[in-house]
């Protein structure tokens, strides 16, 4: 029985961890398994070709884009580190406080 090589999951993390990517790179969560899920599936269908069906350039897309979703979920999650690290937390409060003022000001 051939096993398959089905790219649905491995787009479907991706998409998750493109939505969450811009709450602090949290989407990493989500964009680090597919990659690893793809990679795994595109070396064992390259070593193995006979014991898989389905398109091998198929699951090589959905790694491609699995890897771009994960450089974009590292570049946020190293910015909002950054921000944390290098900013007062006062500041941030003071930036809160503005914003929630402006909302309850609109209502």
């Known amino acids: 029985m051939k096993k398959s090589l089905n790219p649905t999951l491995v787009y479907i993390l991706s998409i998750l961890g493109l939505l969450c990517c811009c709450f602090g790179g949290i989407g990493i969560v989500f964009s680090l398994p ?3 899920t793809a990679t795994k599936k595109v070396k064992d269908a390259q070593l193995y070709p ?5 398109s091998l350039s198929a699951m090589d897309t959905a790694k491609t ?3 771009i ?4 979920n590292t570049l946020f999650l190293l910015w909002t580190l950054y921000s944390l690290a290098t900013s007062d937390f006062s500041e941030l409060q003071e930036e809160w406080r503005k914003a929630m003022e402006e909302i309850n000001a609109t209502k």
Not at 50 to 54: F, I, L, M, P
Not at 69 to 72: A, C, G
């Open 34 to 36: 597919s990659y690893i």
């Open 50 to 54: 006979d014991e898989y069906e389905g």
């Open 69 to 72: 979703v994960l450089v974009i």
């Open 65 to 67: 884009v699995a890897l």
